[in-house]
């Protein structure tokens, strides 16, 4: 079977993982949500792809769900001792090797894309991880601020990171997206693909990101889409998801979350048993335990939704 996963961050590598091992016969491409890279200190963070390299890759920090194992801060603290800014964003010292590696291939001409397979030679994720794109773009938010003119536009990783989305977002802009292109193997992937896979990933800013690359989109709609509701009765799984629909309009709910993604794009949605009043015409709606609390349930979670989404593919269905 030849699966597609639009992904984000810590949820979306850890529900890859559990596709991987659900699905271990499989061919899966993994697109990446690159609308949270940053440059820092100089050097090209790309935040949503390490992290989905590092946990299918076993380099994963399991307690956080970032960054690397073993990690140590040294270079951090001495940024710090310099009085380099911003100190609110901490990279370890095993992290920054993946970032000098990403921009010194960047300085010299490689694409993203050609980047990323540099830098999973050595991890063997068990996947094809592309980026959305090569084309840079960045997920930009706009908030109130009294000392500039009323309101401000901040990286997101400011306001995630820095700010813990604590101050209200009024918009949510991924600048660059009208002129980038998907990066080259996204659009045949998806065209080849059995099944495409949405994991419990933020619908906003990850893969409602990907979504904006034109061309992704319509390419998704022609194929079966099953996704897991990133929210539980009324809450996020993980994360502060309820901040970015909040500054869309969108509430916070699976019903919410589906109306979102809409009926042309998404076929299967599996939501948890205490939001299973969910419907929406032309999608199949199960509710079953999506919690992935453990790698037996991860698993469990993304073998129903395969299940799922070859019932919509079969010639009864």
Known sequence: MRIVSLAGGIGGARFLRGLKAAAPDSEITVIGNTGDDI??????????????????????????????ADERHTVKEELAAYGVEPQWFGLGDRDFATHIVRTQMLSAGYPLSQVTEALCAR????????PMSDDRTESHVVIADADADGRRAIHFQEWWVRLRASV???QIALVGAEEASPAPGVL???RDADVVIFPPSN?????GTILQIPGIRAAVEEKTVVGVSPIIGGAPVRGMADACLT??????????????????LVDGWLVAEEDKGVALDGVAVEARPILMDS?????EIAAAALTLAQSLTSPSA
């Not at 090209?44 to 989905?52: E, H, I």
């Not at 619908?203 to 893969?207: E, L, M």
């Not at 790698?295 to 698993?299: E, G, V």
Request: hydrophobic content about 40%; aromatic content about 6%.
């Open 295 to 299: 790698p037996d349930a991860t698993r």
């Open 247 to 264: 500054a869309i309009g969108v509430e916070t709910s699976a019903q919410a979350v589906l109306e979102l993604y809409g009926s042309r």
């Open 203 to 207: 619908p906003v800013v990850s893969i």
């Open 39 to 68: 440059t820092l200190f100089g050097l090209r963070v790309c935040p949503d792809l390490d992290t989905v390299m590092y946990t299918l890759g076993g380099g994963i920090n399991e307690e956080q769900g970032w960054g690397r």
């Open 168 to 170: 209200p977002a009024e």
């Open 123 to 130: 991890w063997q994720p068990g996947v094809r991880l592309l």
């Open 188 to 190: 045949d992937a998806i």
